[in-house]
């Protein structure tokens, strides 16, 4: 099956400093990718949505300048965290799909802000 | 995308086949139900999907009743490795293709 790598899979950094997490899709080509948060003990919740070649639709509440996505390639999207706080603390998640029915996960990336 | 409610939690013992329902009353015509998992700690599988017809494919079998109100998922057989938090979404492509909205979902523990 399709697969969908993260990297790196966690992370810790300082309160102020900025944090790239990538997302690939090894072995398909994703027309569109997608970039969910999840805090402990709680469901995945959207952030992004993400086409190649085109800015990044973010959902209400989630600020653009807190976090940039960039989709450079059918392959590779990236999501920087910004001036990271410890409240930005969580597990990112990635998707993409090719514009079937499935969208296929990433493992995840644990951020921690200390 | 209507909302779904899930059972929070279900038990089921090894070997035995675990159904796990769903509820989306005020789902619309266009909305398919979708199934996905999520083992602790790792990315949401997809499982199955549907509009109105019964499906199976080799992880799952999916109900939809005829009113499309419910739903239920059903794993013939559980292993061990089945026990993961289960998500019942609703999606109606077009413009919010892709954009799944996860509920709580519902925790499955599989028993030896």
């Known amino acids: 099956g399709a697969v969908v790598s993260q990297h790196p899979s966690w992370v810790i950094c300082k309160s102020g400093t900025s944090v790239k997490i990538e997302c690939r899709s090894l072995?398909?080509?994703?027309?569109?990718m997608f970039w969910y948060r999840q805090f402990p003990k709680q469901s995945l919740m959207l952030m992004a949505t993400?086409?190649?070649?085109?800015?990044?639709?973010?959902e209400q509440g989630v600020e653009k300048d807190k976090f940039l996505i960039n989709h450079a390639s059918l392959t590779l999207s990236t999501l920087t965290v910004t001036s990271a706080h410890p409240e930005d603390s969580s597990f990112y998640i990635c998707?993409?799909?090719?514009?079937?029915?499935?969208?296929?996960f990433g493992p995840g990336t644990r951020l921690t802000v200390t | 995308d209507a909302k779904t409610t899930q059972p929070p939690s279900m038990d089921c013992a090894e070997g035995r086949a675990a159904n796990l329902p769903c509820n989306h009353s005020?789902?619309?015509?266009?909305?398919?139900v979708y199934w996905y998992r999520q083992i602790h700690s790792q990315g949401p599988q997809y499982i199955i999907h549907g509009l109105k017809n019964n499906e199976t494919n080799e992880m799952a079998s999916l109900i939809i009743t005829e009113d499309r109100k419910s739903s239920t998922l059903i794993l013939p057989h559980a292993t061990l490795r089945d026990t993961a938090v289960y998500y019942c979404i609703l999606n109606a492509g077009g413009t919010s293709y892709g954009k799944l909205t996860f509920g709580q979902g519902t925790i499955l523990t599989v028993h030896p």
């Open positions: 005020t789902i619309s015509g266009n909305e398919y």
């Open positions: 993400s086409n190649e070649g085109s800015k990044a639709t973010y």
């Open positions: 998707s993409a799909t090719t514009g079937g029915y499935e969208q296929y």
């Open positions: 072995d398909f080509q994703a027309t569109t």
